[in-house]
């Protein structure tokens, strides 16, 4: 009954002169009666909304568009599955690597091209061709299919959270390199062709986390935040489009045929003005607009039109409309406190939530909290048709709201603090100074921790515990750490069980990492049946783990299997020759064989590379010790 009262009192409003050609001549409206919808019998014209709102033609197009690009999508994975090789994503985030480590790949190439497309026709990329986008107009039409319109929520502030995420993804990794670049490193990296790959899904979460993250970033966020929510207050990639934007010829315009009926405006799932800018400026200059089409096909005089002229940037703004807002001045500040608060509570936690799904949540949970406090302030209070506070009373949908805020805003907490507990635990991590090879030289490395490592091992294993005893999740990224903490503190048992745990939660070149640990960890302990297993599984992860190899002779030759660790060995030697240690242990396999030529080339190689420091010199006569070659 409310959504009709609306519209009826939105007929009420519009000007007799914006009636449709088409209505008029069917009989269906006279040119003195505009209002009552039903009364005049539009509501069932053909092709016309109950509101008398032509229906959008561009929008089957679009749907079409993007349900195909969505088909092509789950094709290309399909056929990476099959073949074992593809076409790198096309995927803008890829752009990272390229700017990062000069791997030219698919995506990169697709977002400059999309750049360049925007710059010249305006934000047509983001309205037919993105698959979150798709997400969000299937929210919408559900929602409506229910009788629920979004409201586009308006902030001044947080709509520059996308361009603020695109710097900080594309602009600052390269900034960063220019003032702490290595010495002798160049500024801007060789570039090389990655435009096929093998491993398709290795920059992309896994599929127990882009479900949720799909789910939050294309629906929770349009039913709070209003159609294209995430789009307008969180996707970095608009931020650049955005701003491409404002220079663009390419604009929504209008002619004098305009009347301000208003209904290019509501039929706008941008949350554009769409009649006040035309009105004001010509044409459309809110960087919001991607171009969908529908204001064009519903103006019921064909007034609207694509076309080409002034670009936003030289438009001048003297006389700039007035826009409301959602929120107020203070509300706005506390948003913008709340906001970055969110991000980087939920940002990585557990080593599961991305970047822009962490950007999702934050923009879901300052919606809530501004909504949550107006609740406990105000008298009267809606959301959508429900009421949820009336007379100074909080009603059951109130109570009901409140909850799930509370819920989540409780869930975000419990995020930050694992967070802040996981994050200092990584700050230890960092700054031990106790090189590998010298804690592997023997099964327990406590002796040789100075005060600071060992303080600071002590606090990061604290933390690390503090964060898995309360985690929801398990953090396959800190889990490693926590088990080299428990080797460095003399624990080798427990951190074999802790690798073994990590492992388990893995998968690529990080389970490689852990199982090597764990076998180099095993050798130490005298278990080399279980870390020539463990090895094996790491070398099956990544078969480029050369240090896997040498640690895998070891566990042989310890075993009596000479040969087959004098194989292991040879084959490491030969995809690295710089490995010093496996020279030797070659050496001194073939010296123990008799066949002295044979070590003394293998002495000489080692000879090359071997640096001139006593503890190294140390570590390799214990480790050749342990093996019985010196």
Excluded at 39 to 52: H, L, R, V
Excluded at 297 to 320: E, Q, W
Excluded at 376 to 384: G, I, T
Excluded at 529 to 550: K, P, V
């Amino acid at each position: 009954m409310a959504q009709d009262a609306f519209w009826r009192k939105f007929a009420n409003s519009v000007k007799s002169g914006c009636v449709s050609r088409e209505l008029r001549s069917a009989g269906l409206l006279s040119r003195r009666a505009t209002a009552g919808v039903a009364e005049a019998g539009y509501s069932n014209a053909p092709g016309y909304t109950k509101t008398g709102i032509r229906k959008s033609k561009t929008g089957r197009w679009r749907a079409a568009a993007l349900i195909t690009l969505n088909l092509f999508m789950i094709a290309h994975i399909i056929q990476w599955r099959v073949m074992g090789r593809t076409v790198s994503p096309i995927e803008p985030s890829e752009t990272m690597h390229t700017l990062q480590k000069g791997f030219v790949n698919a995506g990169f190439i697709f977002f400059t091209l999309a750049i360049l497309a925007t710059l010249i026709l305006g934000r047509f990329v983001c309205g037919w061709g993105c698959h979150i986008l798709a997400l969000q107009d299937l929210c919408g039409w559900l929602l409506k299919k229910i009788g629920l319109h979004p409201k586009p929520f308006r902030s001044r502030l947080l709509v520059y959270v996308p361009l603020i995420g695109a710097l900080y993804m594309f602009v600052w990794p390269t900034a960063y390199r220019m003032f702490h670049n290595p010495e002798n490193a160049p500024l801007i990296p060789e570039f090389t062709n990655h435009l096929v790959t093998t491993n398709f899904w290795q920059t992309f979460p896994s599929v127990a986390v882009a479900i949720p993250f799909l789910f939050i970033c294309g629906f929770v966020t349009v039913y709070f935040l209003g159609q294209k929510g995430f789009c307008t207050y969180a996707c970095p990639y608009g931020g650049f489009f955005g701003l491409a934007d404002k220079f663009s010829p390419g604009k929504i315009r209008v002619t004098p045929a305009c009347n301000q009926c208003g209904h290019c405006t509501a039929t706008c799932t941008s949350n554009v003005l769409v009649h006040a800018e035309v009105k004001q400026y010509g044409m459309v200059v809110d960087p919001g607009c991607m171009k969908c089409m529908d204001c064009v096909s519903v103006c019921p005089n064909d007034a609207l039109y694509f076309g080409f002229g002034k670009p936003t940037i030289l438009v001048p703004k003297s006389n700039a409309i007035r826009k409301s807002y959602s929120l107020t001045w203070p509300e706005e500040i506390v948003g913008a406190l709340v906001f970055p608060g969110s991000f980087l509570a939920v940002r990585g936690v557990y080593a599961l939530v991305p970047f822009l799904m962490a950007l999702g949540c934050a923009t879901v949970t300052t919606f809530l909290t501004l909504k949550l406090w107006r609740l406990l302030r105000a008298k009267e209070l809606s959301f959508y048709r429900f009421n949820l506070k009336s007379s100074g009373k909080i009603r059951k949908a109130g109570w009901a709201f409140a909850a799930f805020a509370c819920a989540w805003i409780g869930l975000n907490a419990h995020c930050g603090w694992v967070r802040y507990q996981e994050f200092l635990g990584n700050l230890a991590f960092q700054k031990i100074k106790l090189p590998d090879e010298l804690a592997l030289a023997q099964p327990n490395p406590a002796r040789w921790l100075s005060p600071a490592d060992r303080e600071n091992i002590l606090g990061g294993k604290e933390h690390y515990q503090a964060a898995s005893s309360v985690g929801l999740f398990v953090n396959s990224e800190a889990l490693p750490k926590l088990a080299w903490f428990e080797y460095l503190l003399g624990d080798a048992k427990q951190s074999v069980q802790t690798l073994g745990d990590a492992a388990a939660h893995q998968s690529g070149e990080a389970k490689a990492l852990s199982l090597y640990y764990r076998g180099a960890i095993l050798n130490r302990l005298g278990r080399y049946e279980e870390a020539s297993a463990s090895l094996d599984e790491a070398l099956a992860e990544r078969d480029d783990l050369i240090l896997a190899r040498q640690e895998k002779g070891e566990s042989l030759w310890q075993l009596g299997r000479r040969e087959e660790a004098i194989s292991v060995w040879t084959d490491a030697v030969e995809r690295n020759a710089r490995l010093v240690l496996v020279s030797n242990e070659l050496a001194g396999a073939k010296r123990l064989s008799g066949k002295l030529e044979e070590a003394a080339a293998h002495e000489k190689q080692a000879d090359q590379f071997t640096p001139n420091d006593p503890f190294y010199h140390w570590i390799l006569a214990r480790r050749l010790q342990d093996l019985g070659m010196a």
